[in-house]
T-cell receptor, first 116, second 116 residues
Framework: DQQVKQNSPSLSVQEGRISILNCDYT??????FLWYKKYPAEGPTFLIS?????DKNEDGRFTVFLNKSAKHLSLHIVPSQPGDSAVYFC???????????????FGKGTHLIIQP | EPEVTQTPSHQVTQMGQEVILRCVPI?????FYWYRQILGQKVEFLVS????????KSEIFDDQFSVERPDGSNFTLKIRSTKLEDSAMYFC??????????????FGAGTRLSVL
């Protein structure tokens, strides 16, 4: 039951170039999407999010794009820096029975490696 | 910067024993969550909690699990009789009462539970 899929387990990018991480989802009820970054021995750290009513959200070096018709979102990091090396998780939320306290559905993650 | 804190960082227990994992959410947050990540697998939602009661729970959250907010600051996850397959990293998260449609959750560093 993979409602959120990140098909690339790892991605290697040269420092200064653009990193593009991809995520696909199957559940049409998802209406809010988030990207988290995780270092070893730490919890997921919130990076950026987007509502289903938008197709783009930008915060500094990070931009998330949402294509609802394709059920696809991507995270762009530009320029990539060594500190960006981490595992990136895509997550989604559906407004459901939680009454606002809705659980997130996570992808398996993509390990981004920034090479000097 | 406020953060979610979890204790202990590592808990080792014998199969069949009860364990309590503890979390202190961010102080002005109103929604609380538990997730788990079995080694090599994705982060999975367990339960959400709001206004002193469970809002939503997943299939994983069976009768062996319970949550409690015993005072104004702590949020606990109890596993009544641990099984080998309960070995995982357990993450606590909290979120503020944000704008409609936003569901940004902030995670602690996790408790690694090892059941022997």
């Amino acid at each position: 039951d993979q409602q959120v899929k990140q098909n690339s387990p790892s991605l290697s990018v040269q420092e200064g170039r653009i990193s593009i991480l991809n995520c696909d989802y199957t559940n049409s009820m998802f209406d809010y999407f988030l990207w988290y970054k995780k270092y070893p021995a730490e919890g997921p750290t919130f990076l950026i999010s987007i509502s289903s009513i938008k197709d783009k959200n930008e915060d500094g070096r990070f931009t998330v794009f949402l294509n609802k018709s394709a059920k696809h979102l991507s995270l762009h990091i530009v320029p990539s820096q060594p500190g960006d090396s981490a595992v990136y998780f895509c997550a989604a939320s559906a407004r459901g029975s939680g009454g606002g306290a809705d659980g997130l559905t996570f992808g398996k993650g993509t390990h981004l490696i920034i090479q000097p | 910067e406020p953060e979610v804190t979890q204790t202990p960082s590592h808990q080792v227990t014998q199969m069949g024993q009860e364990v309590i994992l503890r979390c202190v959410p961010i102080s002005n947050h109103l929604y609380f969550y538990w997730y788990r990540q079995i080694l090599g697998q994705k982060v999975e939602f367990l339960v959400s909690f709001y206004n002193n009661e469970i809002s939503e729970k997943s299939e994983i959250f069976d009768d062996q699990f319970s949550v409690e907010r015993p005072d104004g600051s702590n949020f606990t996850l109890k596993i009544r009789s641990t099984k080998l397959e309960d070995s995982a990293m357990y993450f606590c998260a909290s979120s503020p009462q944000g704008a409609l449609g936003k569901n940004i959750q902030y995670f602690g560093a996790g408790t690694r539970l090892s059941v022997l």
